[in-house]
């Protein structure tokens, strides 16, 4: 005989996910690693709501600001880059060792 599973219920949550998201980036600068585990979600999930939050700040008069990468061989800053994803190599050196930027709210 088999019986049948109820489907699981998420646990409540006080705020949204996004909502939990920006009050990390106000406290202090974080990375997509850091804002993955103090959330819950994947962290290959993070940079698609970091784009939403980037575009709802816009209205509010508020900035997501990016603290860029560096390549930890050559010391190549990663400044003029748009996309919110950590890059995959450094184009100076080629080197794959590369730091996560950090992400705060201005």
Request: with cysteine; net charge positive.
């Amino acid at each position: 005989m088999m019986t049948q599973k109820s489907p699981a219920t998420p646990s409540p949550r006080a705020e949204t996910l996004r909502q939990g998201i920006i009050a990390l980036l106000e406290v202090e600068p974080v990375t997509t690693l850091e804002i993955s585990e103090r959330v819950g979600i994947a962290q290959r999930e993070v940079a698609g709501h970091l784009e939403h939050i980037r575009h709802s700040l816009h209205r509010q008069e508020r900035t997501l600001i990016v603290l860029p990468a560096e390549c930890r061989s050559c010391g190549f800053v990663f400044a003029k880059r748009e996309r919110l994803k950590r890059p995959g190599r450094c184009p100076v050196c080629r080197n794959q060792s590369i730091s996560e930027p950090r992400y705060r709210i201005d």
